[in-house]
């Protein structure tokens, strides 16, 4: 469900950015200020992910020593094909480095 959200006092010259702003990007006012505000709320999820990475590291929490190393992971997860990689250095497929 959406709501009606008002914003009363907002300058002259703020009002004349976002608009400029909002006509550069081919959006109408109403739309681009919608975008802003669901970007706002992304980047409050965000930080509430972060804070509850931080509290379990706080507490001790996070990977162990035997955990595996995350480019090993990586690796194993990428198809086994000839990407032209050799020993750390690019190398033309058929060609020397």
Same mark, same amino acid.
């Given at each position: 469900?959406?709501? +009606? ?10 009002? #004349? ?13 109403q739309?681009?200020?919608?975008a +802003?505000?669901?970007?706002q +709320? ?9 804070? #509850? ?12 020593? !035997?955990?595996? !190393? ?6 194993a997860?990428?198809? !086994?094909? !000839? ?13 020397a480095?």
């Open positions: 469900m959406s709501v +009606v959200l008002t914003i009363r006092g907002v300058p002259e010259e703020s009002r #004349d950015a976002l608009m400029r702003e909002a006509r550069e990007q081919g959006k109408s006012l739309a681009y200020l919608l +802003v505000i669901e970007q +709320v992304k980047f409050i999820g965000n930080r509430q992910i972060l804070a #509850d990475i931080e509290a379990e590291l706080a507490e001790g929490g996070g990977a162990g020593p !035997d955990a595996p !190393d995350a480019a090993d992971l990586i690796r997860s990428r198809p !086994d094909e !000839d990407m032209g990689f050799s020993n750390g250095g690019f190398q033309e497929k058929g060609g480095a």
